[in-house]
């Protein structure tokens, strides 16, 4: 029954919004934006916070008008900076984090935008992408492990900022092109050509990006980062087809792909493996 009302809700938004599109198209792209941008779960409370990141020394950093939450864990020179994803934050990293704490390494894990406890209502990759810039400024990482979103972002940053101190880089049920993301986005709402052609806009306008040029398999084709790609064959939320774009264009990295895990991918044998490779010459 909940999943029928959320339907008719849904669709019932992307109707009033292809609506307004004809009568008042800015308006239409400002709803449109907002439900696409402005995650509805991911926040934190400082006073409730899970146990292990209350065990964690906390940091926030500044960046313009924004907060940026970091947790450390700390440990010897080498750094690991963990990026979750869309409407999540640093306690995703809960099971993964024992294990890497027995490395010895320093882990940073950082909230993204609108997200834990991190400012902001909006969340997009070039803002997170600039979070994670402050952090890696500030920590200098050796490896990073990106899950979803973080993994894309992971994957921007690199590109458009490029840290030549990366060694690894872990990419979690990371999505490749971002029209892929927004085609679903418009597919869920059922909205129109208008407002498609309205994000297509404001991206190259704001971003000076345009979204079909978005891709996290071209911005890998000459990385010379070595990686690792874990991606659920029954993820519906990121299709398993992503992952062979990533892995097709990225020379030196493995794909590891998975059966039933979900697009969470929480698993104790896919954790081993991620501390393995770090821990590899």
Do not use: C
Not at 44 to 62: G, N
Not at 78 to 86: C, D, E, K
Not at 217 to 246: N, R
């Amino acid at each position: 029954m909940k999943k029928i009302k959320a339907f008719f809700l849904t669709k019932s938004v992307g109707l009033y919004i292809n609506f307004l599109s004809y009568v008042a198209p800015s308006k239409a792209f400002q709803m449109a934006y907002v439900f696409f941008s402005n995650p509805r779960s991911g926040r934190l409370q400082h006073e409730s916070l899970p146990k292990i990141l209350d065990a964690s020394d906390r940091e926030t950093l500044e960046l313009n008008d924004h907060t940026i939450q970091t947790y450390r864990w700390s440990g010897n020179e080498t750094v690991v900076l963990l990026m979750h994803g869309w409407e999540s934050n640093s306690s995703r990293w809960e099971k993964l984090l024992p294990l890497l704490l027995k490395t010895g390494h320093t882990i940073i894990a950082v909230d993204s935008p609108a997200h834990g406890l991190s400012s902001g209502k909006e969340f997009n990759v070039p803002l997170y992408a600039s979070f994670a810039e402050l952090v890696i400024q500030k920590y200098q990482p050796k490896h990073i492990i990106g899950h979803s979103m973080g993994g894309i972002t992971a994957i921007y940053h690199q590109h458009y900022y490029s840290n030549p101190g990366l060694e690894k880089m872990v990419l979690l049920g990371a999505p490749s092109d971002f029209s892929i993301i927004l085609d679903n986005y418009l597919k869920l709402l059922s909205l129109n050509n208008k407002i498609k052609k309205a994000f297509y806009h404001y991206t190259k306008e704001r971003f000076q990006i345009d979204i079909d040029d978005f891709s996290g398999q071209e911005f890998l084709k000459t990385s010379p980062t070595e990686g690792m790609i874990v991606h659920d064959t029954e993820d519906t939320v990121v299709l398993f087809e992503e992952a062979k774009k990533l892995a097709s264009a990225w020379k030196s990295a493995t794909l590891i792909p998975t059966n039933g895990l979900g697009h969470s991918l929480h698993d104790e044998e896919v954790n081993q493996k991620i501390v393995a490779f770090l821990l590899e010459a």
